[in-house]
């Protein structure tokens, strides 16, 4: 738990509509980056920027997503700036008050923001840019510790087909356990022990419970899903408890 990152999110959604409105992307599911958030860590703070009567669509998702909206009326101000200098406050604010926050996501391609991420990093915050390939500023991109395209975020959603012949149940908790693989693997984890594949899933879905699925221990799922070839097992000799060793891509 101690890796556990605590996030602070910042959605630069003026940026994002522009990125998306010259890309074939035709719409954008904040759900997508919620969910790889959500495999580093918490996300303590979630909030998005823009004229929110100009994306009335987008509204609904965001506050179903608990995403604080930040409306900046074009009209009562001057040039694209007035977002930009509001989450750079807030998030500069955050930086210097909730020292418990060790991540800041900016989801923006925006090279404005290049200070800002600059100077979270001097201030010991490790920062996550998010923007659309194609719009995102390559000043930004080499500026921060790790960025991440949304096209690579709709790529990662088609790459998983369905474990096939199995009951409905065992298919759902499978493939919950082979996203939480893929999940440690996209962060680089050396050793997959079976207690992070479970601290995981629970992030992704906190009323995960093992024993809905008909298991008694979630070694025993382990277990099960070795057996059906999705993954491989060794029990480490000294605590007795499992550790992924290999893993198939079922479809």
């Known amino acids: 738990m101690?890796?556990?990152?605590?996030?602070a999110l910042f959605i630069d959604f003026e940026n994002i509509a522009l990125g998306l409105r010259d890309s074939k992307h035709k719409s954008f599911d904040v759900n997508l980056v919620l969910k790889r958030l959500v495999e580093k860590g918490k996300i303590m703070?979630?909030?998005a920027y823009a004229d929110w009567e100009r994306y009335l669509e987008y509204k609904r998702p965001f506050h179903?997503?608990?995403?604080?909206?930040?409306?900046i009326p074009q009209k009562k101000y001057?040039?694209?700036?007035?977002?930009?200098?509001?989450?750079?406050?807030d998030a500069m604010d955050l930086a210097h008050?909730?020292?418990?926050?060790?991540?800041?996501?900016?989801?923006?391609?925006?090279?404005?923001?290049?200070?800002?991420?600059?100077?979270?990093?001097?201030?010991?915050?490790?920062?996550i840019g998010m923007g659309v390939k194609n719009s995102s500023s390559e000043l930004l991109v080499d500026n921060c510790d790790e960025f991440i395209y949304y096209e690579d975020l709709l790529r990662a959603t088609k790459k998983a087909g369905p474990i096939q012949n199995l009951p409905?149940?065992?298919?759902?908790?499978?493939?919950?356990?082979?996203?939480?693989?893929?999940?440690?693997?996209?962060e680089n984890k050396e050793i997959l022990?079976?207690?992070m594949i479970k601290q995981?899933?629970?992030?992704?879905?906190?009323?995960?419970?093992?024993?809905?699925?008909?298991?008694?221990a979630f070694s025993k799922l382990l277990e099960d899903a070795a057996k059906h070839g999705i993954l491989e097992l060794k029990k480490d000799q000294r605590s007795g408890t499992y550790i992924i060793t290999g893993f198939a891509e079922v479809t």
């Open 2 to 7: 101690n890796d556990e990152r605590k996030q």
């Open 200 to 216: 995981t899933m629970k992030r992704k879905r906190p009323d995960f419970d093992e024993g809905y699925y008909g298991y008694s």
């Open 193 to 195: 022990w079976g207690s």
């Open 64 to 71: 179903e997503a608990a995403i604080e909206l930040i409306d």
């Open 78 to 89: 001057s040039g694209k700036n007035s977002a930009d200098i509001r989450l750079v406050v």
């Open 45 to 47: 703070v979630k909030r």
């Open 97 to 127: 008050g909730k020292e418990h926050l060790d991540t800041f996501v900016i989801v923006s391609g925006d090279s404005d923001f290049s200070p800002l991420v600059s100077k979270l990093r001097e201030n010991d915050k490790y920062v």
């Open 168 to 186: 409905e149940k065992r298919t759902e908790v499978f493939a919950m356990v082979t996203d939480a693989i893929r999940a440690l693997q996209r």
